[in-house]
C-alpha cells in the first residue's frame, strides 16, 4: 500500500535538490527583470542621448517588473511546494502524482513576455530608423553648388565648440583661432545667432597641399563653421574634401590631408 512506503533519503535529497533549482529559476527570473527593466538605457544610447538612472526607460521597465514579480512567486510557490512534499513523504506518499503546474505556468507566462518583448523591440527599431534616416541624408552630402557639408549636432554651440576644441588638442591639431561672428556683432549693436569660426590645422599635413597647389594657400587652414539656425538646430560647417580636391587639382593621394575634418566634425557633432 502506498501508506506503507516509508520514505528514505534520497526521497527527501531528491525534494531538496528539486527546490533548489526551483530557487535558481526563480533568482534568473529576477536577475533578468532587472536586466530588461535597465534595457531602457541601451535604446537611450542608440537614440544618442544620455540617459539618467532616475529616469523611466518606457514599457521595458515594465517587462523587468514582471519577470521580478514571476522570480518572487517562483521562489515563494516553490517553498510551499517543498514544505508539503515533505509532510507527504513523512507520511509514506509520494506527491509525484501529477505534472508540475508551476513548471508549465512559468513556460507560458515567458512566453508571453517573450512575445510582447519581441514586438515592443522590432516597434522600437522601426522607430529609430525613422527618426535617424533623415539626419543622416542631411549630414551627409554636400551642397554640389558650395562644396558644404552641414553635420547637426546633439550639443549648443558652445559646448560643440568645446568638445570640437578638446578633440583638436588630444589629435595634436593646432588651433590657430576662434572667431565669434555672433559676439562681435552684438559689440556692434547688431543680432545675430550663436555663430563661431574654428580655425585649425597641421603645418605636416597642409604644406604638401600648398606645395602641389598654391592656391590652396586660400583655403589652409581648415575651417569649421559652427551655427545655429532659426529651429535652435545647431550644425557644423566645413568644406568638403573632394570639393577641394576638385577646385584646386589636388592629387588624390593628398586629399587624406585635410580629409580628417569629417572625423573631427563627426566626433564633435555626437
Given at each position: ?161 568645446q568638445k570640437f576644441e578638446e578633440i583638436l588638442e588630444a589629435k595634436g591639431v593646432k588651433l590657430f583661432a576662434t572667431v565669434d561672428h555672433s559676439g562681435e556683432a552684438e559689440k556692434a549693436g547688431m543680432h545675430m545667432r550663436q555663430t563661431k569660426l574654428l580655425i585649425f590645422g ?69
Amino acid at each position: 500500500m502506498a501508506g506503507d512506503r516509508i520514505s528514505g533519503p534520497s526521497d527527501y535529497l531528491a525534494a531538496e535538490r528539486t527546490f533548489l533549482a526551483w530557487i535558481r529559476t526563480g533568482l534568473a527570473l529576477m536577475g533578468f527583470g532587472f536586466v530588461v527593466a535597465r534595457f531602457g538605457l541601451f535604446l537611450e544610447a542608440l537614440h544618442g542621448r544620455s540617459p539618467s538612472p532616475l529616469q523611466s526607460y518606457g514599457v521595458s521597465v515594465w517587462f523587468g517588473t514582471a519577470l521580478i514579480v514571476v522570480g518572487i512567486a517562483v521562489n515563494l510557490t516553490s517553498a510551499q511546494r517543498h514544505i508539503r512534499l515533505v509532510r507527504e513523504l513523512e507520511q509514506g506518499g509520494s506527491a509525484f502524482s501529477r505534472p508540475s503546474s508551476l513548471a508549465v505556468s512559468i513556460a507560458l507566462i515567458l512566453a508571453v513576455i517573450g512575445t510582447a518583448m519581441a514586438v515592443y523591440l522590432i516597434s522600437v527599431r522601426d522607430l529609430q530608423q525613422s527618426n535617424v534616416q533623415d539626419p543622416q541624408e542631411k549630414t551627409m552630402t554636400a551642397s554640389p553648388e558650395t562644396g558644404i557639408v552641414n553635420v547637426s549636432s546633439r550639443h549648443t554651440v558652445d559646448q560643440t565648440v568645446q568638445k570640437f576644441e578638446e578633440i583638436l588638442e588630444a589629435k595634436g591639431v593646432k588651433l590657430f583661432a576662434t572667431v565669434d561672428h555672433s559676439g562681435e556683432a552684438e559689440k556692434a549693436g547688431m543680432h545675430m545667432r550663436q555663430t563661431k569660426l574654428l580655425i585649425f590645422g597641421n603645418p605636416k599635413a597642409g604644406t604638401p597641399l600648398m606645395i602641389a597647389s598654391p592656391s590652396m594657400a586660400i583655403d589652409l587652414p581648415l575651417k569649421a563653421l559652427i551655427w545655429e539656425d532659426a529651429n535652435a538646430q545647431v550644425w557644423i560647417s566645413y568644406n568638403s574634401p573632394a570639393y577641394l580636391q576638385a577646385r584646386h587639382n589636388l592629387p588624390s593621394e593628398l586629399v587624406q590631408n585635410i580629409a580628417v575634418v569629417q572625423a573631427l566634425a563627426a566626433a564633435a557633432a555626437q
